[in-house]
């Protein structure tokens, strides 16, 4: 395990563990009250990493993960050009008028969309692009837009766990522990299917027995002209080109060492030049600052003052301490150790924010790498950490950003989905999935 | 100038209880864009207007503009739907509940000032202290009435 590191002189003569702690503990609680922007506490904690003397400045920069930064950037700067195209309606549409309005056939096909879309888009980007759609689509339908609205939810988490990029968390573990997007695929992909159809099982049982559309509402739908969300077929094209070529570029990517980051952002630098090709300097200026407003600066600078934040913890020992209590508590049992991980995982990242937790416990898992013979064998911890805190999201309405968005434009369509009816669905089905999750690890890598 | 002397004295209102479609009928033969809604006992409940019945049929989702461009919706279908239900509802359901009121012996600059003040309304409804309806006066009254004053001047010259 590593030792503490804090060599220089802290504010006060303080006890550098306590204080850095304690900086962090003030980030988690802020942010949970949600009275701050969140990338202003994450950078004022990182802030007082610095200047409270846990950390100098250096240390603090080499904590930030660049890969992690520019692969989220790299993807917001192409969703941000892409969904200017109105290529999610499109699909969604289609989607729905393939099973004819039917209700409950309405319901899989936009969770199905949402599902993919956020395995390889940010899940929050996927539902402000659908869930608006569906709130039409339910309309014309005549039928209740809270087991719609549920299912997405559910299904913007379920599919952002099978990917590299398909949600903050796994970006981070991919980063941190050297997995490629292929390692994703490989180790994560087979069961989101699983925990997918097990989930919309559950959902119909909820609700999908009562679902009833009348024929004139069926047809309303039939009536939808799914080719006039096209604004712009010149830039779908330039799109769908770019994002083939960085998908691409991230299942081959770790054959040739390069990481994701450097696949994103080339392909954003690449379709913020196609996009605007011919046009006056004065128009690509213009239209790249309009794409620079889209991509999420608050989620970025979360992520560097994060990053700083629990470095600053990491240098005074106190993860490493967590780690060895943690295997204490499973008295080293490696797979009471995965199956710790997996379900603290679930239940802290239903009730806070799964990012900062992620970030704290990538360090931990990092120094248990000794205890279990070395990085290679922490494979299933990795595994069990991205499964518990993306599937965890789903647990209640503040567990991820998705359902917190969901929830805001339900709200605005005068459809409130309150805290603890969603709870009431939720908290359980994300039970089962984490039961399914657990039983995957073990079969895969335990038994 | 006091409002009792220049409003349009004892217009045409509708119950609470009535359908909003039937209402809505009789306000466009009679050429209306709105009418006080008042309770069995003649005290005013709020105002029917065309926007108040647009506003329940134009979905929230539209109005909060979290979809704006939606050129592939049925929009026509999608409205004529809303149209169907919300015209089988009750006026009480539908009515602005907040509207300008003005008393009997208001002047006719505290008027037209009321009316361009917060929130610029196209009308003011003259209730007695009781809630009792007396009349109603709109911008357009007022204009008239000057226009009507002036034009009165001029032909006395």
Redesign the interface.
Known sequence: MSEAVVRHSVIFGLDPLWLAVSILLLVYAFVMFEKFNRAVLSLLGAGMMILGGILTQEQAIAGVDFNTIGLLTGMMVIVAISQKT?MF??VA?RAVKAVKGRPWGVLVMLATVTAVFSAFLDNVTTVLLIA??T??IT??L?VRPYPYLFSQILASNIGGTATLIGDPPNIMIGSAAHLSFYDFMANLMPIIPVVFLVSLLFIWLMFGRDMKASV??RQ?IM???????I?NVGLLKKCLFVLTLVIFGFTVSHSFHIEPASIAMSGAALLLLMQTWGESLKDKDHAFEGIMTNVEWTTIFFFVGLFIVVTGVEHTGAIAWLAHQTLAMTDGNFNATVGAILWISALASALIDNIPFVATMIPMIHDMGPSFGGANALQPLWWALALGACLGGNGSLIGASANLIVAG?AQ???HPIAFMTYLKHAFGLMLVTIVIAHLYIYLRYLF | MIASKFMVAQPQTCRLDEQAGEVFKRMRSLGLRLMPAIDAGGTVKGVLSTLSLLGHIV???IV?G??D??????DF??LR?HYDIVSNWMVADIIDTQYLSVGPNESLLSVAAALIGSGRHEYALVVETDGGLLGIISAGDILGLLAQMANDRQNDV
């Open positions: 109105g309606q499109y549409i608006p759609v709130l039409l309309d014309a005549g004139e509402s309303l009536a939808f002209n799914e080719n006039e969300a604004k434009l605005r369509a005068g | 979905p929230d989702y909060s979290d979809l461009a939606i050129s592939y919706a049925p279908g999608l739907k």
